[in-house]
Nanobody
């Protein structure tokens, strides 16, 4: 059974850093996209960063230069390194996986409906 489990959320002050991890299990796909989404209270879910099996990445404009997504395939972990955090980054962060060629392409463009698997989420709170 495919499963995603996030960890690493917490509370930091503005300008601080956090690293989120997503451990995946039960995955046996050659084509996929792994991504981080976030959702703040009263706001729509937003794609933050994505990476595919080839290592290509995509970021939403508001986090470019501050966030880095990378994967450790040997340990089935996807990491989101967040620096220079701002209060507007406060949200619940979710790890998600889109599989297959179709899912990979649309996943890299943050099409949430094309993601097959989701984690439970981890809270990130940034205070000013």
């Amino acid at each position: 059974e495919e499963q995603l489990v996030e960890s690493g959320g917490g509370s930091v002050e503005s300008g601080g850093s956090l690293t989120l991890s997503c451990k995946r299990s039960g995955f046996h796909y050659s084509d996929y996209c792994m991504a981080w989404f976030r959702q703040a209270p009263g706001k729509e879910r937003e794609g933050v960063a994505a990476i595919n099996e080839g290592g290509s990445t995509n970021y939403t404009d508001s986090v470019k230069g501050r966030f880095t997504i990378r994967q450790d395939n040997a340990n089935n972990i996807v990491v989101l390194e967040m620096t220079d955090l701002r209060p507007e980054d406060t949200a619940m962060y979710y790890c998600a996986a889109a599989v297959g060629l179709w899912g990979r392409w649309y996943g890299m463009h943050f099409s949430a409906d094309d993601f097959n698997y989701w984690g439970q989420g981890t809270q990130v709170t940034v205070s000013s």
